[in-house]
Nanobody
């Protein structure tokens, strides 16, 4: 089992920044991808970003490219999502994910474990 705990969400004005963290604990796996998805009220869950555990590869949704940066600290088993130039449409619950499977990093099917989520609200 893997436990994921997110932190860093909150309320910010448009144009502002937030940094989300996701700490993973429990059994460790190799060839792991960790990522972030988000879900706004009344909308489907969307892929945001992902990173391989080696850090050599990162993936982003088109809607966040150039504004969000995903990174990881393996010593702390933690993944970060730096969010800049936030827009009201970024408002959502952001969930951290941990995947040991294969397939596209942007597909929810790739991931085995999910965090509870942290609320991000961007005011206009």
């Amino acid at each position: 089992q893997v436990q994921l705990v997110e932190s860093g969400g909150g309320l910010v004005q448009a144009g502002g920044s937030l940094r989300l963290s996701c700490a993973a604990s429990g059994r460790a796996f190799s060839r792991v991808v960790m990522g972030w998805f988000r879900q706004a009220p009344g909308k489907e869950r969307d892929f945001v970003a992902a990173i391989t555990w080696s850090g050599r590869s990162t993936y982003y949704a088109d809607s966040v490219k150039g504004r969000f940066t995903i990174s990881r600290d393996n010593a702390k088993n933690t993944v970060y999502l730096e969010m800049n130039s936030l827009k009201p449409e970024d408002t959502a619950v952001y969930c951290c994910t941990y995947g040991t499977g294969t397939g596209s990093a942007s597909s929810a099917d790739r991931y085995d474990y999910w965090g509870q989520g942290t609320q991000v609200t961007v005011s206009s």
